[in-house]
Structure formats: structure tokens, C-alpha cells
């Protein structure tokens, strides 16, 4: 089946620093992949969608400076925090939407990323 | 906008009980799908079942199903014969039928059966 790459899956830095997450989509094209925060014990919440070759489309709320979204081809989206603070600290997820997508599953996730900010 | 709420927010049970988490939803579009996640302690999300809403034909896998009440915005979810291994955080969500297809999830159930 589909298969979503994310890289790191945890990393630990001190504040000031600035954390890239690749998303990756292994064996599918993705025009389009979404990128998600979960504190603990909380829901998903959307913070962006990622579209090849355009700029990425954030939420409400969500600082497009502080949170950097690069989506170069069709099977790689970046974010990066920038120079990330303890409250940046969360587990971050990515979703690529397939261009054929599957009869009931159009997403993918990623295995998702434990930020730690010291 | 598009709202999902799952009230439960814990449940535990013991082995071989059936469970049924709630979902509710709001929309305005007339099309949209709804699905149903589990993220298990390691963290990743994993698919269970994406119903579109003019299907509203119950279904059932294995130990799972689902009823979806179009007339109630509901999109519950039952397992039969909880077993520990169902131990895990469950999620309802909701999308638009076309465009980007954002997923909008509700809070979680977190579900805990005992042995």
C-alpha cells in the first residue's frame, strides 16, 4: 500500500534552533500534503496545506514565518520551525493526498515527528 | 465551518465487552466523508474507514462497525469483543467531499480495556 516517509521521527534541540521534518511520499505522486500538530492528549489540528510548486495555504493562527513550508515535488513537503521555543514542543504529523487515490483512502499519514525544545 | 464531536473522552472496559464510541458532526455541504482513525500509543494514525455521506449503508469488519445516521450527523463506531490490543486513542473526522479535502478531526476517545 501507499506508503508516507516522515524524517525525524523524534528530535531533541534547544531553544533557539531552528528543526526541518521531511515528509516523503514513497511510492505515489502528491500534489498536495497537509501538515498537522498534536499536543499531548489533544486532537489533530490542521496547520497547513502543502501544494507542489505554490506557496503552502496556513490556518488560522498559525504563523507562516515561524512555520516554513517547502513542497518542491511531487513526493517531498518540508516544515520548519524556526528558531523553535518550548511551546513549539509537539508531535507533528504530515498526509499526502495521493493523485490516484485509493477507493477509501485518499490520505496517507506519516508516522509523525516528536518535537522536543529544551 | 465543520465541527466533529466525540464526547467521550475516555472509556475503559473490560475484555470481550462490546464498546461503541460516539461521533457527531456539523456541516453545511450537502456531500462530505467521514472517517474514523486509531493512534495507538506509538503515535501513528492508522486508517480504519472512510464512509462517503450518501452511502449510508452500515458496515461491518471483523469485530468493527459502523452506523451512520445521516438524519442524527452521527457516524458511531463499535467494536465487539474488545480485546487489549483495541487499547488505543480513537478519532472521527470529517472532510469535504472535493477540494483539498482537509481533514477536520474531533478531540478523541481514548479507550482503554482491561485484561
Known amino acids: 500500500g501507499a506508503v508516507v516517509s516522515q524524517h525525524p521521527s523524534w528530535v531533541i534541540c534547544k531553544s533557539g534552533t531552528s528543526v526541518k521534518i521531511e515528509c516523503r511520499s514513497l511510492d505515489f505522486q502528491a500534489t498536495t500534503m497537509f501538515w498537522y500538530r498534536q499536543f499531548p492528549k489533544q486532537s489533530l489540528m490542521l496547520m497547513a496545506t502543502?501544494?507542489?510548486?505554490?506557496?503552502?495555504?496556513?490556518e488560522q493562527g498559525v504563523e507562516k514565518d515561524k512555520f516554513l513550508i517547502n513542497h518542491a515535488s511531487l513526493t517531498l513537503s518540508t516544515l520548519t520551525v524556526t528558531s523553535a521555543h518550548p511551546e513549539d514542543s509537539s508531535f507533528y504529523i504530515c498526509?499526502?493526498?495521493?493523485?490516484?487515490?485509493?477507493?477509501?483512502?485518499?490520505?496517507?499519514f506519516g508516522d509523525g515527528t516528536r518535537l522536543s525544545i529544551l | 465551518a465543520q465541527k466533529v464531536t466525540q464526547a467521550q473522552t475516555e472509556i475503559s472496559v473490560v475484555e470481550k465487552e462490546d464498546v461503541t464510541l460516539d461521533c457527531v458532526y456539523e456541516t453545511r455541504d450537502t456531500t462530505y466523508y467521514l472517517f474514523w482513525y486509531k493512534q495507538p500509543p506509538s503515535g501513528e494514525l492508522v486508517f480504519l474507514i472512510r464512509r462517503n455521506s450518501f452511502d449510508e449503508q452500515n458496515e461491518i469488519s471483523g469485530r468493527y462497525s459502523w452506523n451512520f445516521q445521516k438524519s442524527t450527523s452521527s457516524f458511531n463506531f463499535t467494536i465487539t469483543a474488545s480485546q487489549v490490543v483495541d487499547s488505543a486513542v480513537y478519532f472521527c473526522?470529517?472532510?469535504?467531499?472535493?477540494?483539498?479535502?482537509?481533514?477536520?478531526f474531533g478531540q478523541g476517545t481514548r479507550l482503554t480495556i482491561n485484561p
Open positions: 502543502s501544494n507542489e510548486g505554490s506557496k503552502a495555504t496556513y
Open positions: 473526522a470529517l472532510s469535504e467531499f472535493q477540494g483539498a479535502q482537509k481533514l477536520v
Open positions: 498526509s499526502a493526498r495521493d493523485l490516484l487515490p485509493l477507493a477509501n483512502q485518499p490520505q496517507h
